[in-house]
């Protein structure tokens, strides 16, 4: 009776650590999303077209890493590990620039940066994100600094300040922040085709 007994609590034990080996060792599934251009469609360059190198623009570096980043109350940073971006956000961003200013600027050619660094450009956008978070309640807010230069470093359009929002459908969705985060990059990229624009950059050599 008494080794039946003492059977029955070692089989409790090792059940129960087995349980909380198994619950230790699971994880939450990890979820990965991507910023969107406005479209996938690229006119055909005319020969001749100008040419216009997207980057490197420059980021805070609490945002140089593959999780979600959102701010709290105050001053705090939240990272979530379970929503992550698919790529480097630092190439996602300048993608997503450059596919938009290439479909906005149909008589200009519109690269981004790493390949924009070693492109022989006729003019050069560059800037710094000071910001590009979502806050508690799903509003993100882009704040970026920017100027274009010439191939020989001219400034062409002074630099600038510019503040972009859009508020998220659904706050707590990582997927529907993501694209509000598309959409602030959306703005920015008709702001800067317009100034481009305004100054007579987008014409043939």
Same mark, same amino acid.
């Given at each position: 009776?008494?080794?039946?007994?003492?059977?029955?609590?070692? &089989?409790?034990?090792? @059940?129960?650590?087995? =349980?909380?080996?198994?619950?230790?060792?699971?994880?939450?599934?990890?979820?990965?999303?991507? =910023?969107?251009?406005?479209? !996938?469609?690229?006119?055909?360059?005319?020969?001749?077209?100008?040419?216009?190198? *997207?980057?490197?623009?420059?980021?805070? $570096?609490?945002?140089?890493?593959?999780?979600? +980043?959102?701010?709290?109350?105050?001053?705090?940073?939240?990272?979530? /590990? *379970?929503?992550?971006?698919?790529?480097?956000?630092?190439?996602?961003?300048?993608?997503?620039?450059?596919?938009?200013?290439?479909? =906005?600027?149909?008589?200009?050619? #519109?690269?981004?940066?790493?390949?924009?660094?070693? @492109? $022989?450009?006729?003019?050069?956008?560059?800037? &710094?994100? /000071?910001?590009?978070?979502?806050?508690?309640?799903?509003?993100?807010?882009?704040?970026?600094?920017?100027?274009?230069?010439?191939? /020989?470093? @001219?400034? =062409?359009?002074?630099? &600038?300040?510019?503040?972009?929002?859009?508020?998220?459908? !659904?706050?707590?969705?990582?997927?529907?922040?993501?694209?509000?985060?598309?959409? #602030?990059?959306?703005?920015?990229? &008709?702001? +800067?085709?317009?100034?481009?624009?305004?100054?007579?950059?987008?014409?043939?050599?």
């Amino acid at each position: 009776m008494k080794t039946d007994t003492m059977n029955r609590v070692f &089989r409790y034990i090792v @059940t129960s650590c087995f =349980l909380v080996l198994a619950a230790c060792g699971s994880s939450p599934a990890v979820h990965y999303y991507a =910023l969107e251009a406005t479209g !996938n469609y690229v006119a055909q360059d005319d020969e001749g077209s100008p040419v216009m190198a *997207v980057g490197g623009f420059r980021m805070p $570096e609490y945002l140089n890493r593959s999780q979600f +980043v959102t701010r709290g109350s105050g001053a705090e940073i939240i990272v979530d /590990d *379970v929503n992550r971006w698919a790529e480097p956000l630092d190439d996602a961003i300048h993608r997503v620039l450059a596919t938009n200013l290439d479909i =906005l600027l149909e008589s200009m050619v #519109v690269v981004a940066y790493p390949a924009a660094a070693i @492109t $022989e450009a006729d003019y050069r956008l560059i800037g &710094r994100f /000071d910001g590009f978070v979502s806050g508690p309640d799903g509003r993100v807010d882009l704040r970026v600094q920017w100027a274009i230069t010439g191939p /020989d470093g @001219t400034v =062409l359009l002074p630099a &600038r300040r510019a503040r972009f929002e859009s508020q998220a459908a !659904n706050p707590d969705d990582p997927g529907s922040i993501a694209q509000a985060m598309s959409d #602030v990059l959306a703005q920015y990229s &008709r702001a +800067v085709a317009a100034e481009v624009e305004s100054i007579g950059l987008a014409q043939a050599r």
